[in-house]
């Protein structure tokens, strides 16, 4: 009987310590309130929210539908997802369709793109150049023209910088502060000893922002949204997880990865 009466008020207590718990997590109205210095600031001659959202496409997996159901409602264009399911983002990184983002986004063959112009929303399918899976990262290729991108230059990330996310995502744009930042080693699945900058934040993220950029207030791509600790919204303090390949990786796998495609045709 004493058991049965322990057992009975654990299972009283934990739901309640679960609930006050979630309750303390970073809500969509912290995101924008975190948000506001931002609202009215311009980067790259656009406003931030347009900035990220020229910048960033939907990763879907499944069945898509774009035709005349899509409609611009409030700035952004709605569409018939059909039997297709939203994993995360991508972010462009050039304006020949390269894209970086998170790999655990990219998990299905079917996986495609939603891009979205002035025109209306494009899809394209994938081609991928390499993961690198320890740090949940993968660069893939599209067939978009992708006039708007991320700028990516070989710049620390210091504690306290002040960090931006957004775009595509099924949540608010949000903003936090650097907490740290450090460098490791790792093989990808084409390239050995690629440098990863493992970044933290207290920018809030949740689920549906994984592959999306974390910039700074110049506009400048520093990581990838990837992940939050378990018990996420139980921490006082929490932190979200960012990663990045070196500047140097980036740009020599893109041009080796071109120069294959050109030599591929020439062969055909």
């Given at each position: 009987?004493?058991?049965?009466?322990?057992?009975?008020?654990?299972?009283?207590?934990?739901?309640?310590?679960?609930?006050?718990?979630?309750?303390?997590?970073?809500?969509?109205?912290?995101?924008?309130?975190?948000?506001?210095?931002?609202?009215?600031?311009?980067?790259?001659?656009?406003?931030?929210?347009?900035?990220?959202?020229?910048?960033?496409?939907?990763?879907?997996?499944?069945?898509?539908?774009?035709?005349?159901?899509?409609?611009?409602?409030?700035?952004?264009?709605?569409?018939?997802?059909?039997?297709?399911?939203?994993?995360?983002?991508a972010c462009a990184i050039s304006p020949d369709g390269y894209f970086i983002s998170a790999k655990h986004v990219i998990e299905?063959?079917?996986?495609?793109?939603?891009?979205?112009?002035?025109?209306?929303?494009?899809?394209?399918?994938?081609?991928?150049?390499?993961?690198?899976?320890?740090?949940?990262?993968?660069?893939?290729?599209?067939?978009?023209?992708?006039?708007?991108?991320?700028?990516?230059?070989?710049?620390?990330?210091?504690?306290?910088?002040?960090?931006?996310?957004?775009?595509?995502?099924?949540?608010?744009?949000?903003?936090?502060?650097?907490?740290?930042?450090?460098?490791?080693?790792?093989?990808?699945?084409?390239?050995?000893?690629?440098?990863?900058?493992?970044?933290?934040?207290?920018?809030p993220l949740r689920k549906g922002d994984s592959g999306g950029p974390l910039i700074d207030d110049k506009g400048i791509l520093?990581?990838?949204?990837?992940?939050?600790?378990?018990?996420?919204?139980?921490?006082?303090?929490?932190?979200?997880?960012h990663f990045f390949p070196s500047y140097d990786w980036l740009n020599t796998r893109i041009q080796k990865d071109r120069i294959?495609?050109?030599?591929?045709?020439?062969?055909?």
């Amino acid at each position: 009987m004493k058991w049965t009466k322990v057992y009975l008020w654990i299972h009283l207590i934990i739901p309640v310590i679960l609930i006050a718990g979630c309750s303390q997590g970073p809500t969509i109205e912290d995101q924008n309130r975190s948000f506001k210095r931002y609202e009215n600031s311009n980067l790259g001659g656009m406003l931030v929210k347009d900035y990220l959202l020229a910048r960033t496409a939907l990763v879907m997996n499944g069945d898509i539908k774009i035709g005349s159901n899509a409609l611009m409602e409030q700035g952004r264009w709605k569409i018939d997802h059909g039997s297709a399911l939203s994993t995360g983002v991508a972010c462009a990184i050039s304006p020949d369709g390269y894209f970086i983002s998170a790999k655990h986004v990219i998990e299905a063959p079917e996986t495609e793109l939603v891009y979205f112009t002035n025109h209306g929303p494009k899809i394209s399918g994938i081609r991928i150049i390499e993961s690198l899976d320890s740090h949940d990262l993968v660069l893939f290729k599209s067939d978009l023209k992708t006039k708007y991108f991320f700028p990516i230059t070989p710049v620390r990330s210091p504690a306290g910088l002040d960090v931006i996310s957004g775009g595509f995502s099924v949540n608010s744009n949000s903003a936090g502060k650097l907490i740290v930042e450090r460098k490791e080693r790792t093989n990808g699945t084409q390239t050995e000893n690629v440098q990863i900058s493992i970044l933290k934040s207290t920018l809030p993220l949740r689920k549906g922002d994984s592959g999306g950029p974390l910039i700074d207030d110049k506009g400048i791509l520093r990581g990838i949204n990837s992940l939050v600790p378990i018990f996420y919204n139980l921490q006082k303090d929490p932190v979200s997880y960012h990663f990045f390949p070196s500047y140097d990786w980036l740009n020599t796998r893109i041009q080796k990865d071109r120069i294959e495609q050109i030599q591929k045709k020439r062969t055909y």
